[in-house]
T-cell receptor, first 115, second 116 residues
């Protein structure tokens, strides 16, 4: 079974530029999550989708971050404009249908460096 | 808001030593508890989880964890570590009802280094 795919794996940009990350969850997984992991900290949830609807985006900085999952499968997370403090690893995870609070399966992450 | 505390930021052990990593959470409701592990160069993967039932849960690679509800704790243990256990370990909790449904809260992680 293929795992959660993410691209790119690494990205370096200058502050005030924009960047986008892509995630393809495990086939059949209805729930998709985006996390931000700053160095030395645990992952923090940014947004959670159930199919193509947003379930929880309370911790997403909506003035600069946006995310979509138009067809209920893959998803993109965008930052515009980026700030220095956005340097982090952005993780995508998915979980199977059924139990909402079930195990989440993580992708390899995208390491973003903002200069 | 929920929070998860991992007491040890970096643990260094020799092979065959016993391991216990502490994890405490702050939430009074029903929770699911997880330990995730991230080996060097790899992605986060599930080590073990507790949803209900026997509070002593066994995971992969000889790891186990005990849920003590009265102490809000979910400590990870292994009787004898191996060099291959070198990794970062994350404790996580999510609520099963209400506004916290499905949202995973992670601790800051414990880096385990095992010397051969």
């Amino acid at each position: 079974e293929a795992g959660v795919a993410q691209s790119p794996r690494y990205k370096i940009i200058e502050k005030r530029q924009s960047v986008a990350f892509w995630c393809n969850p495990i086939s059949g997984h209805a729930t998709l999550y985006w996390y931000q992991q700053i160095l030395g900290q645990g992952p923090k949830l940014l947004i959670q989708f159930q199919n193509n609807g947003v379930v929880d985006d309370s911790q997403l900085p909506k003035d600069r971050f946006s995310a979509e999952r138009l067809k209920g499968v893959d998803s993109t997370l965008k930052i515009q404009p980026a700030k220095l403090e956005d340097s982090a690893v952005y993780l995508c995870a998915s979980s199977p249908p059924g139990l909402v609070a079930d195990t989440q399966y993580f992708g390899p992450g995208t390491r973003l460096t903002v200069l | 808001a929920q929070s998860v505390s991992q007491h040890n930021h970096h643990v260094i052990l020799s092979e065959a030593a016993s391991l216990e990593l502490g994890c405490n959470y702050s939430y009074g409701g029903t929770v699911n508890l997880f330990w995730y592990v991230q080996y060097p160069g790899q992605h986060l993967q599930l080590l073990l989880k507790y949803f209900s039932g026997d509070p002593l849960v066994k995971g992969i690679k000889g790891f186990e964890a005990e849920f003590i509800k009265s102490k809000f704790s979910f400590n990870l243990r292994k009787p004898s570590v191996q060099w291959s256990d070198t990794a970062e370990y994350f404790c996580a909790v999510n609520g099963v009802r209400g506004s916290t449904l499905g949202r995973l809260y992670f601790g800051r992680g414990t880096q385990l280094t095992v010397w051969p």
